[in-house]
């Protein structure tokens, strides 16, 4: 079977891969011919072939002799690059299933690229046990869909006070530990935390914010909040909390990776810390690469987040952390909101937004605006967010004996980000209604077309 995407043919070629109807397809002999390969692991950045079999890349550029696809897919004019690493997208299961479910999400994420994601403990109840990890694990390989890496919590019920059982939530397939947004109130309770994870080699994920400062904050401290009567989250909520971490970090020699860092203040705090040999890696989440706290315009309850949009010079300040490595990495931070929740008074709305589909078209648009090269930035969604994940070796690539998850994507296709564009349950996002640059063709995860879209003639 093969496809001429050129042909004609309907949108969504697939409908039973895309929308879940019937039964997926097993992994195939897969040829991807005529794309850009762009690898930042590799650093392959041309056009060649690439050949897929056992759910493995079998070759690139010419196919082994004995090797007959079974689907060639025609990539001319799109990039082939490893399947998206997302460090954290909310799947709202076990608990939220009103806000979301794990397929809805996941199908999500194979429309946006990703094939691997990491999901933040802050479920209900929360991934505090052996027990509730597994059966997450199991639902998500019963959907075949996106590899889920979950995220333990580093304390009971996230409520800061005891700490879990780190190696057996680590046997039952966590790949770090986080409180995701509840506080460790308690410095002792976190240092004893960190010295755990340390002894173990895990890594203990931290979102820097001092609950007290931050309390009833729900906007960037500063002239627009001010202007707006909004209650203000200070930027010395981010770099006091920066600095309690790295003190503990120098105590336990701990790894840890500081999640959604927002001020030009506290990216230097890691700058220099990083300069100092601390093992610290750091990521932002997409939006706060292109908004700011003007944005909020007249109370746009979509651009609720935590940590708030902060000031220009702090969204430029990431942008060159992200260009010199600071920042590791970017991430969705996929959080869905429920209408309920969201349409209400910018103040009493719940911070969030849906992310998944995206990570690729907004990272492409800040590559687009600084300059960067396509290479560099696929990195920060591929190369390095494996590296923090811990799961380079089987994901972030487009190599030889690689896992095949591949994302095959048109950089220069418009498309509307709309209601009924996006996947996901949740579609609250500041950029409804607006049009962005870079739309998924073709997921394929571990050899399987999991999801595909390809235009009718004349569309892009």
């Given at each position: 079977?093969?496809?001429?995407?050129?042909?004609?043919?309907?949108?969504?070629?697939?409908?039973?891969?895309?929308?879940?109807?019937?039964?997926r397809?097993?992994?195939?002999?897969?040829?991807?011919?005529?794309?850009?390969?762009?690898?930042?692991?590799?650093?392959?950045?041309?056009?060649?072939?690439?050949?897929?079999?056992?759910?493995?890349?079998?070759?690139?550029?010419?196919?082994?002799?004995?090797?007959r696809?079974?689907?060639?897919?025609?990539?001319?004019?799109?990039?082939?690059?490893?399947?998206?690493?997302?460090?954290?997208?909310?799947?709202?299961?076990?608990?939220?299933?009103?806000?979301?479910?794990?397929?809805?999400?996941?199908?999500?994420?194979?429309?946006?690229?990703?094939?691997?994601?990491?999901?933040?403990?802050d479920?209900?109840?929360?991934?505090?046990?052996?027990?509730?990890?597994?059966?997450?694990?199991?639902?998500?390989?019963?959907?075949?869909?996106?590899?889920?890496?979950?995220?333990?919590?580093?304390?009971?019920?996230?409520?800061?006070?005891?700490?879990?059982?780190?190696?057996?939530?680590?046997?039952?397939?966590?790949?770090?530990?986080?409180?995701?947004?509840?506080?460790?109130?308690?410095?002792?309770?976190?240092?004893?935390?960190?010295?755990?994870?340390?002894?173990f080699?895990?890594?203990?994920?931290?979102?820097?914010?001092?609950?007290?400062?931050?309390?009833?904050?729900?906007?960037h401290?500063?002239?627009?909040?001010?202007?707006?009567?909004?209650?203000?989250?200070?930027?010395?909520?981010?770099?006091?909390?920066?600095?309690?971490?790295?003190?503990?970090?120098?105590?336990?020699?701990?790894?840890?990776?500081?999640?959604?860092?927002?001020?030009?203040?506290?990216?230097?705090?890691?700058?220099?810390?990083?300069?100092?040999?601390?093992?610290?890696?750091?990521?932002?989440?997409?939006?706060?690469?292109?908004?700011?706290?003007?944005?909020?315009?007249?109370?746009?309850?979509?651009l609720?987040?935590?940590?708030?949009?902060?000031?220009?010079?702090?969204?430029?300040?990431?942008?060159?952390?992200?260009?010199?490595g600071?920042?590791?990495?970017?991430?969705?931070?996929?959080?869905?909101?429920?209408?309920?929740?969201?349409?209400?008074?910018?103040?009493?709305?719940?911070p969030?937004?849906?992310?998944?589909?995206?990570?690729?078209?907004?990272?492409?648009?800040?590559?687009?605006?600084?300059?960067?090269?396509?290479?560099?930035?696929?990195?920060?969604?591929?190369?390095?967010?494996?590296?923090?994940?811990?799961?380079a070796?089987?994901?972030?690539?487009?190599?030889?004996?690689?896992?095949?998850?591949?994302?095959?994507f048109?950089?220069?296709?418009?498309?509307?980000?709309?209601?009924?564009t996006?996947?996901?349950?949740?579609?609250?996002?500041?950029?409804?209604g607006?049009?962005?640059?870079?739309?998924?063709?073709?997921?394929?995860?571990?050899?399987?077309?999991?999801y595909?879209?390809?235009p009718?003639?004349?569309?892009?």
């Amino acid at each position: 079977m093969s496809i001429d995407r050129n042909s004609g043919r309907a949108a969504l070629a697939t409908a039973n891969v895309d929308r879940g109807e019937g039964r997926r397809p097993s992994a195939q002999r897969l040829s991807i011919v005529g794309g850009r390969v762009v690898d930042p692991a590799s650093g392959v950045d041309r056009v060649v072939d690439v050949h897929v079999a056992d759910g493995r890349i079998l070759a690139i550029g010419a196919p082994p002799d004995a090797f007959r696809a079974q689907r060639t897919i025609d990539a001319r004019g799109l990039v082939v690059a490893p399947g998206l690493v997302d460090l954290a997208a909310r799947l709202r299961e076990p608990g939220f299933e009103y806000r979301a479910t794990l397929e809805s999400e996941m199908r999500a994420a194979l429309a946006g690229g990703v094939t691997s994601l990491s999901c933040p403990p802050d479920t209900d109840p929360p991934l505090d046990e052996p027990g509730l990890v597994e059966m997450l694990k199991h639902r998500a390989r019963g959907l075949d869909l996106a590899h889920l890496y979950p995220l333990g919590a580093l304390t009971l019920r996230l409520a800061g006070e005891v700490i879990t059982e780190m190696a057996q939530l680590a046997e039952a397939g966590c790949v770090g530990f986080s409180q995701a947004l509840a506080p460790v109130l308690d410095t002792q309770v976190l240092q004893r935390a960190m010295q755990y994870a340390n002894t173990f080699g895990y890594t203990v994920w931290l979102q820097p914010q001092d609950p007290h400062l931050a309390r009833g904050g729900v906007a960037h401290a500063g002239v627009v909040a001010a202007r707006l009567g909004l209650s203000g989250i200070p930027v010395v909520a981010e770099t006091i909390a920066i600095h309690t971490i790295l003190e503990l970090v120098r105590d336990t020699g701990c790894r840890v990776h500081l999640c959604r860092l927002s001020s030009a203040a506290g990216i230097e705090l890691v700058r220099r810390a990083k300069a100092e040999g601390l093992p610290v890696t750091a990521d932002v989440a997409v939006h706060h690469l292109h908004l700011i706290d003007v944005d909020i315009g007249h109370f746009d309850s979509h651009l609720r987040v935590d940590p708030p949009f902060r000031a220009a010079p702090d969204r430029d300040a990431i942008r060159a952390a992200l260009a010199d490595g600071t920042i590791d990495a970017i991430c969705s931070d996929h959080t869905p909101v429920d209408d309920d929740a969201k349409q209400l008074p910018f103040a009493e709305a719940e911070p969030g937004v849906t992310a998944l589909e995206l990570l690729l078209p907004l990272t492409l648009k800040w590559a687009s605006e600084t300059k960067t090269e396509l290479r560099a930035a696929l990195a920060k969604i591929t190369q390095r967010s494996a590296a923090v994940l811990g799961v380079a070796d089987v994901a972030g690539s487009v190599a030889v004996g690689m896992p095949a998850d591949l994302c095959v994507f048109d950089p220069d296709a418009h498309w509307k980000v709309s209601r009924e564009t996006l996947c996901s349950q949740s579609r609250h996002t500041p950029y409804l209604g607006y049009e962005v640059l870079g739309r998924v063709r073709a997921t394929v995860v571990e050899g399987r077309v999991a999801y595909e879209e390809w235009p009718t003639r004349g569309q892009g």
